[in-house]
Nanobody, 120 residues
């Protein structure tokens, strides 16, 4: 599975962005798709995951502000981010694995990352 993340950019605090993750290859619907983020000098951080039956799970900081979704017909997963603040500035990655969860070692397939910058 190859993943391509997009949708990042510069947004003011309080704004919104929607990230997309397009997968190539078959059997996308059987994979959980996780979202992670990373800032320089820090470890990669779990954001959210949507598993094969579209059950979502969020990190505490994402709960209530971020929404994950997927369209298996389009081989695409989404991360809708609302009420963004400067602390959300990071490179965001999507990843796919047969078992979803908050640990990055559950995901053998990773996209290239997309930069999200939130200005104050």
């Amino acid at each position: 599975v190859q993943l391509q993340a997009s949708g990042g950019g510069l947004v003011q605090a309080g704004g919104s962005l929607r990230l997309s993750c397009v997968a190539s290859g078959r059997s996308f619907s059987t994979y959980a798709v996780g979202w992670f983020r990373q800032t320089p000098g820090k470890e990669r951080e779990f954001v959210a995951v949507v598993d094969w039956n579209i059950s979502p799970y969020y990190a505490d900081f994402a709960q209530g502000r971020f929404t994950v979704a997927r369209d298996n017909g389009k081989n695409t997963a989404y991360l809708q981010m609302d009420s963004l603040n400067p602390e959300d500035t990071a490179v965001y990655y999507c990843a796919a694995g047969l078992s979803g969860g908050p640990r990055d070692d559950l995901y053998p397939y990773w996209g290239q990352g997309t930069q999200v910058t939130v200005s104050s």
